[in-house]
């Protein structure tokens, strides 16, 4: 019986002690293996081979719309509401009916490009005929504005307040912009006067995307947008469209075509272009060519037999010479004819990324060009005096 108890009691002392062991070994070796003080010691390092250390982790959530808000905010500052109104007149017996008493209002978007109060916008949905013109800025100040100008290539509209040290949103290189990336558009056309945005993504660039409100291009319209999916983009036509590093890559724009409205966002390098052409009172020189076109792509002459990829082929769907070339325009004068490819612009090949409008608008009205076509597969040279 003690021989019994004590076999016990040394047996209970191996299994305390090798279990001891294994909680050292497992747990409290690789712990001090790892603090400063021990670390020296080769038996304690060798402790912790093979045995997995988990670390703990969090999780870590990133609120998007704040993010959203912070990059906006580099841009809001500069986007203003513009309110477009008719004023009421008199009649022959001077009063004023009750239908005239109520003037027709319209509130639109606007962006700051000049700190000096020139304001740039989309004419299509908000310039009108004798309408007055009141702008309010993100600090709440408001001015009277003017009408300045309205470019015939772009569409867009240029406003101008008395104003000054008004701040001017930075414009990316919209050439960098790729489909796929994330969007910010900003507008500020309500009643209360307060911005809205909306964040998509940049769907496309479409190179043939022409701002004609005709089935077929204008060479006198703007050629070649962006598109992206937001939803209700009527709210923020005329406003900016802004990537994820605060740069504005583009102006929302949209027309009218089978009496529905297609949107669209012109590229900011397009944008800065028109905005230049006003700062340098220029937009009452752009050149008029006078033709209706298909932009030739591979597909289109692939399926047409055409012996050129590229260009702008001068087209009627009625087939009739007078529908493709306006009369007496530059293109008439020349002798340009319906079925024509034009390939370049004094020397400057026409393709996706240069188009024919976009190629004619770097000139002046008045100016002689050199216009390369394929007429019946045969290449001229003919001179145009825009």
Known sequence: MQKTKKALI??????????SGIIANRYVFPYLAVTKLFSKYDFLKKSTEDVTIINKTEQVYIKDDTSINKIVSQVTSSVVNITAYTTTEKTASGKVSAVAAQPAIKNGT????????????????????????????????IYDATLSEIDSYSNLAFLKINASNLSVAAFANSDDAKPGEKVIVVGNDSLAQEPSFAAGILSSFDPYYNLSEKTISSSEKLEGVFEIDIPAQTHYVGGPVVDYSGQIIGIMGAVSRDNKDSFFQIPSDKAELVIDKEIRKELGTNPTLGIYYIPVSKTYALVNNLPSETGALIYSPSGQQGLAIIANSPAATAGLKIGDILTAVSGEKIDAQKSLPDLLYKHKKGEEIELTILRNSQELKIKVQL
Do not use: P, Q, W
């Open 10 to 19: 040394i047996i209970g002392i191996i299994l305390i002690s090798g279990l």
């Open 110 to 141: 606007g962006l700051i490009v000049a700190s000096d109060g020139l304001i740039i916008t989309y004419a299509n949905t908000l310039i009108a005929e004798n309408a007055k013109y009141k702008v309010t800025t993100s600090d709440g100040n």
